[in-house]
């Protein structure tokens, strides 16, 4: 099969990929300083498997530690997780944010280049189509960002798409995630944030199970059937398997390609709200708060590029999404 070096492999979407990469015969090294995130996710994700994981608590901008893996084991692909995400810390701190992810993947970059290491597969995100692009989106689309988080996206991006110019063997491919929510069905593995959640599926789960009072909807004023936010969410596993065909694909073709994980579907607040509330049987406290600041009305994926050069296509539903969230909260109500 393969060695795969999984950076941020500790992590929510990094854990579940972990998972089907070694289900299907991959040996898997990570590399994960823990920032945000537990080494108890891969106990779980050795539980899950049965497999064993090469685990390195290291930081990616350690130019030594990145170089010493590659030292240590013939990497055939590298999947880059590892980075700060959340939206709103990249306004306060964009220097950390730029810091970490820019610096982070030069470091992993010119390691793989000294290593003679030529395939990445990256995690890029919907936010890199900015505020102004019509649904559905295209990968085609031009790319922008309104944080310094997304900046770093379409930076790396850029970075990517320069290195396959002046190095034609070389293949990345960007993986623009949409909305990832849902957990391993095992209830193991599932999305763990610190601190109070930013994002909808958690900030729900944890009202669900009792550890929040009540959700604020941000805005119903929207132009979208119910006046709530529209998004494209994608199970998580469903996005894992993503990776194993973008691995497949990488290791096939050179050059750079953006491809879009989604589902194709929009779901707005309060559909995901009152789906939440079917799986786990009882209602969800919510009110209605204004507008976040930098969210937009509607986003969601035009899916076609991935079922078309991957072979990929999410399988799981809007129910299923809900119900394993549920189990996971219901299974680690304090987090791993
Ligand atoms: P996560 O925070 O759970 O995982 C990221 C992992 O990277 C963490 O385990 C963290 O400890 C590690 N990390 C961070 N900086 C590091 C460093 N300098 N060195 C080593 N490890 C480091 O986040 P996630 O939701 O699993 O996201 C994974 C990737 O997907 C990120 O790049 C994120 O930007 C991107 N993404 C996430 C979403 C989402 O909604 N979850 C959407 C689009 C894109
Ligand atoms: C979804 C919807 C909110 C919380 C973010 C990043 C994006 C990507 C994924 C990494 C919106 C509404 C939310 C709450 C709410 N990450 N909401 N109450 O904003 O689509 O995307 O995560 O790349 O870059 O921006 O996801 O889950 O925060 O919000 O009403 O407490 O839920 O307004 O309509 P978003 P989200």
Request: proline fraction near 4%; include cysteine; glycine fraction near 10%.
């Amino acid at each position: 099969m393969g060695k795969i070096l999984v950076t941020g492999g500790a992590g929510f979407i990094g854990s579940h990929t972990c998972v089907e990469f070694l289900e299907r015969g991959y040996e898997v090294v990570v590399l994960d300083n823990l920032s945000n995130s537990k080494e108890e996710s891969i106990r779980r994700i050795e539980q899950i498997t049965g497999k064993h994981v090469k685990f390195y608590r290291a930081d990616m901008r350690d130019a030594a530690a990145v170089r010493a893996i590659f030292k240590a084991h013939p990497i055939d692909a590298v999947v880059h997780f590892a980075g700060l995400k959340a939206v709103g810390e990249s306004v306060e701190k964009p220097l950390a944010y730029y810091e970490n992810n820019l610096n982070g993947t030069f470091v992993l970059l010119n390691a793989m280049h000294e290593a003679g290491c030529k395939r990445i597969v990256f995690s890029s995100s919907a936010t890199v189509y900015g505020m102004h692009n019509p649904v559905p989106y295209v990968e085609n689309m031009p790319t922008s960002a309104t944080n310094p988080y997304g900046y770093t996206k379409v930076m790396i991006e850029q970075m990517l798409q320069d290195i396959c110019h002046a190095q034609p063997d070389f293949s990345a491919v960007a993986l623009r995630y949409f909305n990832p929510i849902g957990a391993h069905k095992s209830g193991l593995i599932g999305e763990d944030p610190n601190g109070i959640p930013n994002n909808l599926l958690p900030y729900i789960g944890q009202v669900a199970v009792g550890k929040l009072q009540q959700l604020s909807v941000f805005g119903d004023d929207y132009d979208t059937p119910d006046g709530t936010g529209v998004r494209d969410y994608i199970h998580v596993v469903d996005l894992a398997k993503g990776h194993v065909c973008a691995i497949a694909y990488a290791m096939a073709h050179e050059g750079f390609m953006p491809i879009n994980l989604g589902t194709g579907n929009g779901v707005s607040v309060l559909e995901m709200v009152h789906a939440y509330e079917k799986a786990c049987g009882h209602a969800i406290s919510y009110r209605i708060a204004p507008r976040r600041a930098g969210d937009i009305a509607t986003s969601y994926a035009d899916a076609s590029r991935a079922k078309e050069l991957l072979g990929w296509e999410a399988q799981e539903t809007l129910e299923t999404m809900c119900e394993d969230s549920w189990r996971f909260m219901q299974q680690n109500p304090n987090g791993l």
